[in-house]
């Protein structure tokens, strides 16, 4: 809405160049100053400038009010129209009430404004999922994104990038091979998300083992190495990659054809009687090893690389080195030919913390063995662990590596596969066959290349950043949350894991009564949005995250609710306040 004085005659100019969407009043020219009044009355200019200009204010208040009630008609009738025309992904629909549709009317940073159709008003909402694991930005640095789409849409709009360039795309691969790939990687392949750049990362990884091991003319497909829990996307290739689970079951991927050597990995998470704890898969039972080599007195002691000469970490090795040789003796199936790992945290399993060690070890005898190992650092990387690449804070190099998700802030779809020159010059040769024949139309969109060079930016610049911590050392946020809450968090009854680290924050509930384990998460969320916390639950696990750039008080605030309400006694849950801890 434009209200302009029409004695200047610019409303039928600025009409042509103004979008329809915008509506013009011109009123008189303001009334010029004049005598003083009696006490409460209006000065003369000013009663002779309202009564000329009251058919316009009458106008200009007629339209606004139809204006607002269009827009609340549009809002409230948005859920049932949801229901009834769109497909969510991973939504069960008839598990879905019209109560439950929510409705986001704009963000900004970490807030979601969204409506509220009880009292017939717009909400914000802290965004306590991130959007999907998505959002990167703060409030103040919202606008430098927008500006930075809107110059390249004008810009660019979109050009096909086959044996083209553009500056935003150049630029992006300056920022992504000097942070995340620094050391290890030469090039980088966009594509469109996470999936997509995890089904590219397998085809370049197998075909660097392809040409290293020249395997025979009829020898069986190769394999891959994965973990237990982990999650690298709903394409055919990424599916097949990882274990057996609804997401690729029959009933969901007929195709489905298991092509993953699965291995259960050593968890870790916060102990409640403080420190952390490393919990041990079935094939290597605690008994052959003493405490301290499982409990740790604090995150940093479990990332430390001088585990690496342990009993454990010697353990490690043994078995995937027994994995390796076993698999390549099956007969009838192909040798592994990669390893794909979710460095350090597990996302859509429910934020499984894997003992670095073991990841560590993984690429150790990935390594040994001529097997190019794969990270899948979609969810992971970029900031969202506390570092610019979750392989940096393991201490590993990968040959390949995957990001999406914050790359662009949380404004456009965009994802980029991180290759070694090893892996690159694999596709070298003669015939246009031996490339890597994979693409879309939308490759290198210049949009999303200069949204995802002004949100890496912004999030490595201390000045920018108030988390980004300066001084020497790696590139690191400073610790989001509270460390006296999260051991609070941990020692809780209602807790039986949790995990913490970067800007996440998850809480594994223990099983309550009989046939209410299902629920138990889904109710927890439900009561955090009653206080203006949007969050999602991952089955029984309830976590929060932030953005890289979340102020401290929006973390604290987050926590603080998380424990008020795991603390809260259900009706007639004596014996759980007679154990519980003071909160």
Same mark, same amino acid.
């Given at each position: 809405?434009?209200? !302009?004085?029409?004695?200047? /005659?610019?409303?039928?100019?600025?009409?042509?160049?103004? &979008?329809r969407?915008?509506?013009?009043?011109?009123?008189p020219?303001?009334?010029?100053?004049?005598?003083?009044?009696?006490?409460?009355e209006?000065?003369?200019?000013?009663?002779?400038?309202?009564?000329?200009?009251?058919?316009?204010?009458?106008?200009? $208040?007629?339209?606004?009010?139809?204006?607002?009630?269009?827009?609340?008609?549009?809002?409230?009738?948005?859920?049932?129209?949801?229901?009834?025309?769109?497909?969510?992904?991973?939504?069960?629909?008839?598990?879905?009430?019209l109560?439950?549709?929510?409705?986001?009317?704009?963000r900004?940073?970490?807030?979601?404004?969204?409506?509220?159709?009880?009292?017939?008003?717009?909400? *914000?909402? +802290?965004?306590?999922c991130?959007?999907?694991?998505t959002q990167?930005?703060?409030?103040?640095?919202?606008?430098?994104?927008?500006?930075?789409?809107?110059?390249?849409?004008?810009r660019?709009?979109?050009?096909?990038?086959?044996?083209?360039?553009?500056?935003?795309?150049?630029?992006? $691969?300056?920022?992504?091979l =000097?942070?995340?790939?620094a050391?290890? =990687?030469?090039?980088?392949f966009?594509?469109?998300?996470?999936?997509?750049?995890?089904?590219?990362? !397998?085809?370049?990884?197998?075909?660097?083992?392809?040409?290293?091991?020249?395997?025979?003319?009829?020898?069986?497909?190769p394999?891959?190495?994965?973990?237990?829990?982990?999650?690298?996307?709903d394409?055919?290739g990424?599916?097949?990659?990882?274990?057996p689970?609804?997401?690729?079951?029959?009933?969901?991927?007929?195709?489905?054809?298991?092509?993953?050597?699965i291995?259960e990995p050593?968890?870790?998470?916060?102990?409640? !009687?403080?420190?952390?704890?490393?919990?041990?898969?079935?094939?290597?039972?605690?008994?052959?090893?003493?405490?301290?080599?499982?409990?740790?007195?604090?995150?940093?002691?479990?990332?430390?690389?001088?585990?690496?000469?342990?009993?454990?970490?010697?353990?490690?090795?043994?078995?995937? /080195?027994?994995?390796?040789?076993?698999?390549?003796?099956?007969?009838?199936?192909?040798?592994?030919?990669?390893?794909?790992?979710?460095?350090?945290?597990?996302?859509?399993?429910?934020m499984?913390?894997?003992?670095?060690?073991?990841?560590?070890?993984?690429?150790?005898?990935?390594s040994?063995?001529?097997?190019?190992?794969?990270?899948?650092e979609?969810? #992971?990387?970029?900031?969202?662990?506390g570092?610019?690449? $979750?392989?940096?804070?393991?201490?590993?190099?990968?040959?390949?590596?995957?990001?999406?998700?914050?790359?662009?802030?949380g404004?456009?779809?965009?994802?980029?596969?991180?290759? #070694?020159?090893?892996?690159?010059?694999?596709?070298?040769?003669?015939?246009?066959?031996?490339?890597?024949?994979?693409?879309?139309?939308?490759?290198?969109?210049?949009?999303?290349?200069?949204?995802? +060079?002004?949100?890496?930016?912004?999030?490595?610049d201390?000045?920018?950043?108030?988390?980004?911590?300066?001084?020497?050392? &790696?590139?690191?946020l400073?610790?989001?949350?509270? @460390?006296?809450?999260?051991?609070?968090? %941990?020692? !809780? @009854?209602?807790? #039986?894991r949790?995990?913490?680290?970067?800007?996440?924050?998850?809480?594994?509930?223990?099983?309550?009564?009989?046939?209410?384990?299902?629920?138990?998460?889904?109710d927890?969320?439900?009561?955090?949005?009653?206080?203006?916390?949007?969050? /999602?639950?991952?089955?029984?696990?309830?976590?929060?995250?932030?953005?890289?750039?979340?102020? *401290?008080?929006?973390?604290?605030?987050?926590?603080?609710?998380?424990?008020?309400?795991?603390?809260?006694?259900?009706?007639?849950?004596?014996? %759980?306040?007679? /154990?519980?801890?003071?909160?």
């Open positions: 809405m434009v209200v !302009l004085d029409g004695e200047l /005659r610019n409303a039928e100019a600025l009409r042509r160049h103004l &979008p969407t915008v509506r013009l009043h011109a009123l020219p303001p009334p010029q100053p004049g005598g003083a009044a009696a006490a409460g209006l000065p003369a200019h000013v009663a002779a400038w309202l009564l000329s200009a009251a058919p316009g204010l009458q106008a200009l $208040a007629q339209e606004l009010r139809a204006l607002h009630a269009a827009r609340l008609a549009a809002l409230q009738a948005a859920p049932a129209a949801a229901l009834a025309s769109l497909w969510w992904p991973f939504t069960q629909h008839d598990d879905v009430a109560a439950d549709v929510g409705l986001v009317d704009g900004h940073g970490d807030a979601l404004l969204m409506h509220d159709p009880r009292a017939e008003t717009l909400r *914000p909402m +802290v965004d306590a991130a959007s999907w694991w990167g930005v703060d409030a103040a640095t919202q606008p430098a994104l927008v500006r930075a789409i809107g110059h390249a849409a004008g660019y709009g979109h050009v096909m990038f086959p044996e083209n360039a553009h500056a935003p795309a150049l630029q992006l $691969a300056e920022r992504l =000097a942070g995340p790939g050391g290890w =990687a030469s090039r980088v966009y594509s469109d998300n996470g999936s997509t750049a995890t089904e590219i990362a !397998l085809k370049m990884a197998l075909r660097l083992h392809a040409q290293r091991s020249a395997p025979p003319p009829g020898a069986p497909p394999r891959v190495l994965a973990l237990a829990g982990s999650y690298h996307g394409t055919l990424a599916a097949c990659a990882g274990a689970s609804v997401f690729n079951a029959p009933l969901q991927a007929p195709w489905y054809s298991p092509r993953a050597v291995v050593p968890g870790a998470a916060v102990s409640a !009687l403080g420190g952390w704890h490393v919990s041990l898969p079935a094939w290597l039972p605690p008994a052959r090893l003493a405490p301290s080599q499982l409990h740790f007195h604090c995150r940093g002691a479990l990332f430390d690389p001088a585990r690496d000469a342990s009993p454990l970490g010697v353990a490690y090795r043994a078995h995937l /080195r027994g994995v390796l040789a076993h698999s390549a003796g099956e007969e009838g199936l192909g040798a592994i030919g990669a390893a794909i790992v979710e460095p350090v945290l597990h996302g859509a399993s429910g499984h913390f894997v003992d670095p060690q073991f990841q560590r070890a993984m690429a150790q005898v990935c040994s063995a001529s097997v190019p190992l794969i990270a899948d979609v969810f #992971s990387g970029l900031w969202r662990l570092a610019p690449s $979750a392989c940096q804070l393991l201490g590993v190099q990968p040959d390949v590596a995957c990001y999406a998700k914050l790359l662009t802030g404004t456009v779809p965009l994802a980029a596969t991180l290759a #070694s020159e090893a892996v690159f010059d694999a596709f070298r040769g003669a015939g246009r066959q031996q490339a890597l024949l994979h693409g879309h139309s939308y490759s290198a969109h210049a949009v999303g290349c200069a949204a995802a +060079v002004e949100a890496m930016d912004a999030l490595a201390a000045a920018r950043n108030g988390n980004r911590l300066g001084g020497e050392g &790696p590139p690191r400073r610790e989001l949350w509270d @460390p006296r809450g999260v051991q609070q968090l %941990a020692a !809780l @009854p209602a807790v #039986s949790l995990v913490c680290i970067g800007t996440v924050l998850a809480a594994e509930l223990a099983a309550p009564a009989e046939g209410r384990r299902a629920h138990a998460a889904r927890v969320v439900r009561h955090l949005r009653a206080h203006g916390i949007f969050a /999602r639950p991952l089955g029984n696990v309830v976590y929060l995250m932030v953005t890289p750039m979340a102020p *401290p008080e929006t973390c604290a605030r987050l926590l603080h609710a998380l424990l008020q309400e795991l603390c809260a006694e259900p009706e007639g849950a004596k014996e %759980a306040r007679e /154990r519980s801890v003071v909160c």
